[in-house]
């Protein structure tokens, strides 16, 4: 059984890939006609399902004029169609006990829902209804630019998601990825319906959809049903020479510079305290020693950053560490909050536990952080949604997808040499140092 299935291959209408996964799971993916790509994965004696839609633009992809359409895109779509009012699409999932929802990345958008196996074409239905046929009347923009407002401003209320948007921000200074995925006040007052509508037009397009689905499904069902869904949202699937969009150029040179120190003055409690630098892309070749090395360093309660400043130093009630990868770059960090009279040692605590961390690690850590890695990766996977999101992710970025059991056996290969290594190619990166709270 191969382990892992590359999406690389097969872009022509009519192709399909097909093989047998963990414990008879079984994932397909077929290019129909137009384009559109749909992948599956079918899991024996699940009775649910989420079915998800995927357009591949985010909001690094937004032009000027159409910056902030992509969240506000992913708020109109269920506002209503030609065929069902915004209440008809809440309650079509309200009356089978489903849910519904949508995420704007800074790289994709995604639509979903998760219901019954036995209610499947209903949500395929539904959902490729808002991708195809949008409303996105004037009334409804209004409202929703007032909405998005009152989100934004609930976000700048809290100090951990300000200090986390302003470290990607100077990590990343004057690159798209930069950029809050929201947008800003006065990007959301200024865009326009007509731009948002034009964006909308450019890319939500056949050879830019992905339909993923998992749980109880068949994958001939699946792809009959989107089908028929797409047809009657009146888009054009009878040419076969339109190939799915090619994806993100994972080698793209990053145009970006990094501001070394942000503060911002809060009335606060606590200082949020965030230091980092320019992390590594979602194809990095050494991803999984990148998860080995931040369950390590600020993973769980039993993380260094963790046990030396909690519970060895009472500095913070929390602290962690994270990355955020992307198609050609990503950030790494370590966060933080504190009373604002330790802001310091704390911030140099967190830059010594990297640089520790390049010294080497202990055969019981290395050990520990596998097994973490190990039960997190397969309890996650434990439901129908989490597996959807790993089929348009594989899609969307990597070109593959691994098996359960190929993760896992990356993981157990890592070593602690490779563990250090990265850690110093981390510590002797241009570090970032962000504070949200009261000035000293």
């Given at each position: 059984?191969?382990?892992?299935?590359?999406?690389?291959?097969?872009?022509?209408?009519?192709?399909?890939?097909?093989?047998?996964?963990?414990?008879?799971?079984?994932?397909?993916?077929?290019?129909?006609?137009?384009?559109?790509?749909?992948?599956?994965?079918?899991?024996?004696?699940?009775?649910?399902?989420?079915?998800?839609?995927?357009?591949?633009?985010?909001?690094?992809?937004?032009?000027?004029?159409?910056?902030?359409?992509?969240?506000?895109?992913?708020?109109?779509?269920?506002?209503?169609?030609?065929?069902?009012?915004?209440?008809?699409?809440?309650?079509?999932?309200?009356?089978?006990?489903?849910e519904s929802n949508a995420m704007t990345?800074?790289?994709?958008?995604?639509?979903?829902?998760?219901?019954?196996?036995?209610?499947?074409?209903?949500?395929?239905?539904?959902?490729?209804?808002?991708?195809?046929?949008?409303?996105?009347?004037?009334?409804?923009?209004?409202?929703?630019?007032?909405?998005?407002?009152?989100?934004?401003?609930?976000?700048?209320?809290?100090?951990?998601?300000?200090?986390?948007?302003?470290?990607?921000?100077?990590?990343?200074?004057?690159?798209?990825?930069?950029?809050?995925?929201?947008?800003?006040?006065?990007?959301?007052?200024?865009?326009?319906?007509?731009?948002?509508?034009?964006?909308?037009?450019?890319?939500?397009?056949?050879?830019?959809?992905?339909?993923?689905?998992?749980?109880?499904?068949?994958?001939?069902?699946?792809?009959?049903?989107?089908?028929?869904?797409?047809?009657?949202?009146?888009?054009?699937?009878?040419?076969?020479?339109?190939?799915?969009?090619?994806?993100?150029?994972?080698?793209?040179?990053?145009?970006?510079?990094?501001?070394?120190?942000?503060?911002?003055?809060?009335?606060?409690?606590?200082?949020?305290?965030?230091?980092?630098?320019?992390?590594?892309?979602?194809?990095?070749?050494?991803?999984?020693?990148?998860?080995?090395?931040?369950?390590?360093?600020?993973?769980?309660?039993?993380?260094?950053?963790?046990?030396?400043?909690?519970?060895?130093?009472?500095?913070?009630?929390?602290?962690?560490?994270?990355?955020?990868?992307?198609?050609?770059?990503?950030?790494?960090?370590?966060?933080?909050?504190?009373?604002?009279?330790?802001?310091?040692?704390?911030?140099?605590?967190?830059?010594?536990?990297?640089?520790?961390?390049?010294?080497?690690?202990?055969?019981?850590?290395?050990?520990?952080?596998?097994?973490?890695?190990?039960?997190?990766?397969?309890?996650?996977?434990?439901?129908?949604?989490?597996?959807?999101?790993?089929?348009?992710?594989?899609?969307?970025?990597?070109?593959?997808?691994?098996?359960?059991?190929?993760?896992?056996?990356?993981?157990?290969?890592?070593?602690?040499?490779?563990?250090?290594?990265?850690?110093?190619?981390?510590?002797?990166?241009?570090?970032?140092?962000?504070?949200?709270?009261?000035?000293?």
């Amino acid at each position: 059984m191969p382990h892992a299935l590359p999406l690389v291959a097969a872009q022509f209408p009519g192709s399909r890939l097909s093989f047998e996964q963990d414990h008879g799971a079984v994932i397909s993916r077929s290019v129909l006609p137009g384009g559109v790509r749909v992948l599956t994965e079918h899991i024996p004696g699940m009775r649910s399902a989420t079915v998800g839609a995927w357009v591949g633009v985010g909001s690094r992809d937004e032009i000027p004029e159409q910056a902030g359409s992509t969240h506000f895109l992913e708020h109109l779509l269920f506002k209503g169609t030609r065929r069902r009012s915004a209440q008809d699409i809440a309650v079509a999932f309200d009356r089978v006990g489903g849910e519904s929802n949508a995420m704007t990345g800074k790289e994709f958008t995604c639509y979903y829902a998760r219901v019954l196996d036995q209610d499947v074409p209903l949500a395929i239905d539904v959902i490729c209804d808002m991708v195809t046929s949008a409303r996105l009347d004037e009334a409804d923009f209004d409202m929703e630019r007032g909405v998005i407002l009152e989100e934004l401003a609930m976000a700048e209320d809290d100090p951990g998601d300000v200090a986390h948007e302003r470290f990607t921000e100077a990590v990343l200074a004057g690159h798209p990825l930069g950029r809050p995925i929201g947008g800003t006040p006065e990007i959301i007052r200024a865009v326009s319906r007509d731009a948002v509508e034009a964006h909308y037009r450019e890319h939500y397009v056949p050879e830019g959809l992905i339909v993923t689905a998992a749980g109880g499904v068949d994958h001939d069902t699946v792809c009959a049903l989107v089908t028929e869904a797409l047809v009657h949202g009146g888009w054009n699937l009878t040419d076969e020479s339109r190939a799915p969009l090619a994806r993100r150029d994972t080698n793209a040179a990053v145009e970006a510079s990094s501001v070394p120190h942000v503060r911002v003055n809060r009335d606060l409690e606590q200082t949020h305290v965030l230091l980092g630098m320019r992390g590594f892309k979602a194809t990095e070749e050494r991803r999984s020693t990148v998860a080995v090395a931040n369950a390590i360093l600020g993973g769980g309660m039993s993380s260094r950053l963790f046990q030396e400043i909690r519970e060895k130093r009472g500095l913070t009630y929390g602290v962690y560490s994270f990355g955020a990868p992307s198609a050609e770059t990503g950030v790494w960090g370590m966060y933080a909050a504190c009373n604002p009279a330790n802001a310091d040692e704390v911030e140099g605590l967190l830059g010594s536990e990297l640089e520790r961390l390049a010294q080497g690690i202990t055969a019981e850590e290395l050990e520990r952080a596998q097994g973490q890695i190990a039960g997190t990766t397969v309890l996650r996977l434990e439901d129908s949604y989490s597996r959807m999101s790993r089929l348009g992710k594989a899609e969307l970025v990597q070109g593959e997808l691994w098996s359960i059991g190929e993760s896992l056996d990356r993981v157990r290969a890592v070593t602690a040499e490779d563990v250090a290594a990265l850690a110093a190619d981390l510590a002797g990166r241009q570090r970032v140092s962000v504070r949200v709270g009261p000035e000293r």
